[in-house]
């Protein structure tokens, strides 16, 4: 009798450890589901978007110009019905369980790591970045440098490879990660700079020697960490807000130009696109800025690096009514870009405009600051794979995939630049 309690107490210990330790830690998405939800007019856009930032049950993946995915909870069918009703939209399914493309990407993942800790047929955890980057930078210290941008919020280092091969050359920046579930963007950033010091392919070698990279892999380190150990679906950073119990700001939305302006982003704390308490308030967005400010005399492009939607967009992001005065050469870059990767067996197709133009205003981003108040004439936002099959949770065997396109694309579009002047 004294055994058996003994081992019934023993098996409860085991079973609440077991919870408190285990997978359960993590925001766990079973039977959540991802529709897509189509409208005509921006009316309606907006009255969509605020019905979704009332309801907890919804959360919004992406924004198009006529439509808008959204992630909801298996309780909340009836409630999609009726936002559905109310705002005169229709909706179309995409993904009916996103805990199980979050399974298989794990499981991808694990198998992948089995054959050593970094590569592209998995999405690496922010340490074995960093580790592969220490690896890079001792392989190839002539052409290498590594430079901090500074500290998260939670005090991670974001850091960044400089990689030169001669003096005097134009200048890119690459900013990647910004918005911490977009894993494709930092593996993507990773195999750029591996090909940018390893390939052999002519084309490749001429991109990379005649031009300095400024290369940020990660720059939301928090969100990012947060999005490998607790909530594959984080979008922002995780520092916490004074005025809410709703945690991080949409570092894409806290640049310090035009910061708020026209409905381009929200003053909600809990929304996904906040712009936060002020322009700026996120250590990691002020970091980035202080960089790049105090070398603008050598960053000729920036480009920013998200998913999904398979655009390259141009500023302005906080205005419709205006267009840059160099607008005309930078959908003709656009196109270039487009076109080279068209190119390619995949088959894959870009489109391109202004942010505002193909999207929707999103006010206080990263191309938007460099391009108004730093005169950097050639910035863009890549948004890479897919169109919204897998979105944000997209395989790993499309890294590599998706990674040849947007270097294609990056010739072609910095050849233009130069035949433009
Ligand atoms: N999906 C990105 C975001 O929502 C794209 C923003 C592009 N807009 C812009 N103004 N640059 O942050
Ligand atoms: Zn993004």
């Known amino acids: 009798m004294a055994l058996n309690s003994f081992l019934i107490a023993l098996a409860l210990v085991v079973l609440v450890q077991g919870a408190s330790f285990g997978q359960d830690e993590r925001v766990r998405y079973d039977n959540y589901s991802v529709y897509k939800v189509k409208f005509e007019t921006s009316e309606q856009r907006s009255l969509l978007k605020k019905l979704v930032e009332d309801r907890e049950n919804f959360r919004l993946w992406q924004e198009a110009q006529d439509e808008l995915h959204l992630m909801i909870t298996p309780s909340a069918l009836g409630e999609l019905e009726t936002v559905i009703r109310k705002t005169n939209s229709s909706a179309k399914l995409f993904i009916s369980n996103v805990q199980e493309l979050i399974d298989l990407e794990e499981e991808a993942n694990i198998k992948a790591s089995r054959d050593g800790s ?66 494709i963007t930092s593996a993507t950033a990773t195999w750029l700079i591996n090909e940018f010091l390893t390939s052999t392919d002519e084309l490749v070698r001429d991109l990379a020697q005649n ?73 990691e967005v002020q970091a980035l800025a202080d960089f790049v400010s105090s070398n603008k005399d050598k960053i000729n492009v920036l480009l920013a690096f998200h998913s999904y939607s398979q655009l390259l967009l141009s500023p302005y992001g906080h205005t419709e009514e205006e267009f840059p005065p160099n607008f005309d050469d930078m959908m003709e870059v656009a196109k270039a ?85």
């Open 118 to 183: 970094f590569g592209w047929t998995k999405y690496n955890s922010l340490a074995e970045i960093y580790a592969w980057l220490d690896e890079i930078l001792v392989a190839y210290p002539a052409i290498t440098e590594s430079f901090i941008l500074g500290q998260s919020y939670e005090g991670r280092t974001i850091r960044g490879i400089k990689i030169s091969y001669k003096s005097n050359n134009p200048g890119v920046f690459i900013e990647s990660n910004i918005h911490a579930r977009e894993w």
């Open 211 to 283: 031009h300095d990279w400024y290369i940020v892999p990660v720059l939301n380190v928090d969100g990012f960490a947060y999005s490998h150990e607790k909530d594959r679906m984080w979008r922002k950073t995780r520092q916490p807000s004074d005025i809410s119990s709703c945690v991080g700001v949409d570092p894409n939305r806290n640049y310090d130009s035009h910061w708020m302006e026209n409905g381009g982003a929200s003053s909600d704390p809990c929304a996904e696109d906040y712009g936060g308490p002020n322009p700026f308030s996120e250590p």
């Open 337 to 421: 870009f487009g076109d080279a990767v068209e190119s390619l067996p995949y088959g894959t197709v870009y489109r391109y405009g202004s942010s505002s133009g193909i999207l929707y205003p999103a006010s206080g981003a990263t191309i938007d600051w460099a391009y108004n108040e730093q005169g950097v004439e050639i910035s863009y936002t890549i948004e890479f794979r897919d169109t919204g099959r897998y979105g944000f949770i997209l395989p790993p065997v499309h890294i590599i995939p998706n990674a040849e396109e947007a270097l294609v694309g990056i010739v072609a579009l910095l050849d233009k630049c130069e035949e433009l002047g």
